[in-house]
């Protein structure tokens, strides 16, 4: 009999939470899962007593569902998913919907949206943020895809989802097609150059200054009161907080400095550079995690190469302050990269992307919370076309209140040998972004004199394209391609 208004295929962490959540907003679930003993467990175990229905096969799924069915995929991104996309198509009818909730590269969703669509049925790819914890309690869900399948699973998603402080749920149709991953993987992306960001700080606070972690702790505590008020920042609060049981020491110097990823950062950095948009402090954050990952040639590195060693001779408490500023300068210059790469997008695919509303989905419920999403809502809402958050006239005065302090945390972070890839990354953005003229003119010039690539000039309208014979011996032919 089919009685469930759900059904989801993967029991790992994130789907056991999410059929929890789905079954506490009221609505009844039907699970399966490839190891079939999982859902025994599962049905036996944290779903006993639960409105879950345990399923042994697909078929027997798909049975248990109302129509239009609603399937949902929780599982490993790649050829599992076409897996069971294959598997679920010859028992599902005419409108029913396939939703693929994992971490999926957006082309991969475009292509599938299209597959699913042309056997009449819909298709949802949509980010799904906030781990473990937000599965259960509420995560931010950026839904993309089959347009039309929206209204049929808007009121679950909406149940589920995470709650910003006005009661607005964090999730809403984001577009057609790939949007929702692809909003899904620039916020990762930010997400990665959120948290370079506080290590770096951690690493000026501990290495120049050399702070305590019961005062880092203080740090991130009062920091988390203010304009960096976010879960990125009370997590770190909490984890310089931590003392390992075994050695009585902080936990956090008791874990090997070598970062893990699992590219969606990557994915980011890509599609800056496919798209021609200069999302370098994401780039940074990727980098600075293949750097961490080469453990043995940097510990063999360190005993050969010199450099300065930190003497910090100023006010510790002032410069801790300088710190705080920087990261607020550097997190606004990361995220309007990410703001220009959803831009890009948008026009690249033909979506219809809500930037302010966007910036809604984020308030709650993902990793990247914080405050002052709000006032990126409002810098859309004042001007839905703007072009770069630095040009907002509340990030524009935040910048120039902040950048005396920004600048000179880099000077001492570079004098003193401490890397800071995301800081100076972002502060390069910034420096590049307000240059009315950058050196690639003679960029151009290289480009031209060995390979007759053509340049435009100061003196000549946009479009026009000239070729200079620089060494005389060349001749009048230029290259078919011209790339700025």
């Known amino acids: 009999m089919s009685t469930c208004d759900f059904g989801l295929i993967g029991l790992a ?17 039907a ?95 949509t980010g799904v943020s906030g781990g473990e914890e937000g599965a259960l309690r509420g995560p931010s869900i950026m839904p993309g895809g089959s347009n039309a399948a929206w209204e049929h699973v808007k009121p679950i998603f909406q149940a589920v989802a995470a709650k910003a402080p006005d009661g607005s749920p964090c999730c809403e149709w984001v577009g057609q097609g790939g949007a929702g991953h692809f909003v899904k993987m620039v916020h990762n992306g930010i997400e990665y ?37 976010s879960y ?49 402090t994401i780039a940074e954050a990727v980098f600075a995690r293949t750097m961490s990952a080469i453990k043995e040639e940097r510990v063999a590195a360190a005993k050969v190469l010199k450099g300065p060693k930190p003497e910090f001779k100023g006010d510790k408490k002032e410069f801790v302050e300088m710190i705080r500023k920087a990261l607020y300068a550097s997190k606004i210059c990361s995220y309007a990269q990410g703001y220009q790469l959803m831009r890009a997008a948008a026009e690249e695919y033909k979506w219809d992307l809500k930037y302010g509303s966007i910036a809604l989905l984020w308030r709650a419920g993902c990793i990247i919370r914080a405050q002052f999403l709000g006032k990126i809502k409002e810098a859309f809402d004042k001007n839905p076309k703007l072009q770069n958050l630095l040009m907002d006239e509340y990030f524009k005065s935040v910048i120039e209140s902040t950048q005396t302090a920004w600048r000179k945390v880099i000077a001492t972070a570079v004098e003193s040998g401490i890397p800071v890839p995301a800081f100076s990354s972002a502060l390069a953005y910034y420096d590049g972004y307000r240059s009315e003229r950058l050196p690639a003119n003679l960029l151009q010039a290289q480009r031209d004199y060995f390979g007759a690539h053509t340049y435009e000039r100061t003196d000549k309208p946009r479009g026009q394209f000239f070729h200079t014979n620089w060494t005389g011996r060349g001749g009048n032919t230029v290259s078919t391609t011209y790339n700025a």
Not at 13 to 25: F, H, K, Q, T, W
Not at 248 to 258: A, S
Request: aromatic share 6%.
């Open 193 to 229: 150059g959120d948290m370079q960001m506080i290590c770096e700080a951690y690493s000026l606070m501990k290495n120049v200054l050399g702070m305590s972690n019961k005062e880092m702790e203080e740090a991130f505590i009062e920091w988390n009161k203010g304009e960096l008020d």
């Open 232 to 280: 990125l920042i009370e997590i770190t609060s909490e984890i310089m907080g931590y003392t390992d049981e075994e050695t009585g020491k902080p936990m956090v110097e008791m874990i090997l400095d070598t970062a893990g990823q699992k590219g969606t950062g990557r994915w980011t950095s890509e599609q800056g550079l496919a798209l021609g948009i200069p999302a370098m």
């Open 13 to 29: 962490v994130m789907g056991e939470n999410l059929v929890l959540n789905i079954e506490s907003r009221g609505f009844s679930v």
């Open 31 to 125: 699970v399966f899962n490839r190891t079939v003993e999982k859902v025994d467990n599962f049905v036996n175990g944290r779903a006993k007593g639960k409105n879950i229905v345990g399923c042994h096969s697909i078929e027997e799924l798909v049975k248990n569902l109302k129509r239009p069915r609603k399937v949902m995929l929780l599982v490993k991104a790649g050829a599992a998913v076409d897996s069971f996309i294959d598997m679920l198509i010859p028992h599902l009818e005419k409108g029913d919907i396939i939703i693929d909730g994992g971490n999926t590269y957006f082309p991969d969703t475009i292509r599938r949206t299209k597959y699913v669509e042309d056997k009449g049925l819909l298709y949802i790819g």
